[in-house]
């Protein structure tokens, strides 16, 4: 092909599509091609609630019956646009009751001091546990479970605890080990405490073997809250 036919050959291809789009925009100005954006015809239940997760669960038989793909498509629409309408809200729920937390009496009767003297590991650096053992940045812990509170003899206590009265019961070995700074504000001892109860009961039931005989745990409160909801009564 010559250089002429190359011009010709582009010319009608140029021509061609401008036929064709002016014949498309000649078109649409002819026939109004504005859809309604939905079917002409609704079937029931078209924008109802679906639960959604059910029908997820139980694809593909949740679309199983005749008009379902429609109703989902509707539904789904509505979404989009916000216009969907919610489901009713669910009565009120009745809130379990609560129970109380078990005493120390129950939790030191399944502690096991195995575990507590290996929780305890983290105290060798201010304490030690032997008997006779020297006081380091905090006093020795050999028996302290009955000892007077501050009253380690050659231990320099804070004022704020060379004020307290009374022993170290389990009880208050408890209070303590939960939170220093709470049980006795003002104190040097700058440790956070440890949050969970049952841990703290292995703690203590190891503590109470240190001395020269194991002090006895306090008696486990009775059970004041049933399975259902009463007061348990004692067995005969």
Request: proline residues 11%; aromatic residues 8%.
């Amino acid at each position: 092909m010559d250089r002429w036919d190359w011009v010709r050959t582009a010319s009608a291809i140029t021509l061609a599509i401008g036929v064709a789009g002016g014949s498309s925009w000649f078109a649409t100005q002819l026939v109004n091609s504005d859809y309604p954006g939905q079917p002409s015809y609704k079937p029931a239940g078209l924008g109802a609630p679906i639960d959604l997760a059910q029908l997820q669960r139980s694809w593909p038989s949740g679309l199983s019956t005749p008009g379902d793909d429609n109703r989902l498509s509707g539904y789904m629409s509505a979404v989009a646009k916000g216009t969907a309408p919610h489901p009713a809200p669910a009565g009120p729920v009745a809130a379990a009751p609560a129970l109380p937390p078990p005493d120390l009496g129950t939790l030191l009767a399944s502690a096991d001091a195995a575990k507590g003297k290996a929780t305890a590991r983290v105290c060798v650096s201010c304490h030690s546990f032997q008997q006779g053992g020297a006081n380091g940045i905090g006093p020795n812990l050999w028996a302290i479970v009955g000892r007077t509170v501050g009253r380690e003899p050659g231990f320099a206590y804070s004022q704020a605890l060379a004020v307290q009265q009374g022993s170290w019961s389990y009880e208050r070995l408890d209070h303590w080990l939960m939170s220093p700074a709470r049980a006795v504000p003002g104190n040097k001892m700058g440790f956070a405490g440890i949050r969970n109860p049952q841990d703290r009961a292995n703690v203590l039931a190891y503590l109470g073997q240190l001395g020269a005989a194991p002090t006895p745990f306090p008696a486990p409160q009775p059970a004041t809250v049933a399975a259902g909801g009463g007061a348990a009564k004692p067995g005969r």
